[in-house]
Every structure is written in C-alpha cells, then in structure tokens.
C-alpha cells in the first residue's frame, strides 16, 4: 500500500490550499484517515482526523479554518486549507489506519505560507 499526497505549494498569509491523499494497493478497511504536519524544528502533530463514521477532530489552531473529508470509493483523504497563516508552514503528512490497526503514511507534502 502506497500513499500519495498532492497539493501543497507555497501561498501567501489568508490563502487557500487543497491537500489530496490517495492510496494505492489493497488496504483492508480503512478505519480513519488523517493529516499530521512537522514545522521545522517541531515535532509531528494531528491537524485533523475523520473516521469511517465521518466523526471529526482538529487540533485547535485549525478549527474554523481547516476541513478535512474523504471519498472512500477513491481511498482518498482530503485537506481544505482556508485563511492559512504563517504559522501553518509544515511538511504535511496523511496516515491512514486499517481496522486491523496497521497505519500507512505518505511521503508528505511541504506547504508554505509566506508573503
């Protein structure tokens, strides 16, 4: 199983990206789905997640601004990002977990908020 996650770049403070993250290969049932980041210097932490019930969860610095969905058809994990800030500069990583608890990770994706 492979995870390939698309859509960072560099965008300028209350800007907007979308993150994609596809998987690859048979992942037995996926049972949540997520995105982590790591600031430079910092280490990894949960921005958001979103379980196969569509129950929810952010990390406090992104909420209101932040949303995640998925398209489980297409094992894809999504990463609406609105009004970014500065502070929003990270590798963005997505994770999946299988519900026999194996997790998979993308390579990451950088995104860069910067005037």
């Known amino acids: 199983v492979q995870l390939q996650a698309s859509g960072g770049g560099l965008v300028q403070p209350g800007g907007s990206l979308r993150l994609s993250c596809a998987a690859s290969?048979?992942?037995?049932?996926?049972?949540?789905m997520a995105w982590y980041r790591q600031a430079p210097g910092k280490q990894r932490e949960s921005v958001a997640t979103i379980t196969s019930g569509d129950s929810t969860n952010y990390v406090d610095s992104v909420k209101g601004r932040f949303t995640i969905s998925r398209d489980s058809a297409k094992k894809t994990v999504y990463l609406q990002m609105n009004d970014l800030m500065p502070e929003d500069t990270a590798v963005y990583y997505c994770?999946?977990?299988?519900?026999?608890?194996?997790?998979?990770w993308g390579q990451g994706t950088l995104v860069t908020v910067s005037s």
């Open positions: 994770n999946f977990v299988d519900s026999r608890r194996s997790d998979y």
């Open positions: 290969g048979s992942i037995f049932r996926i049972s949540a």
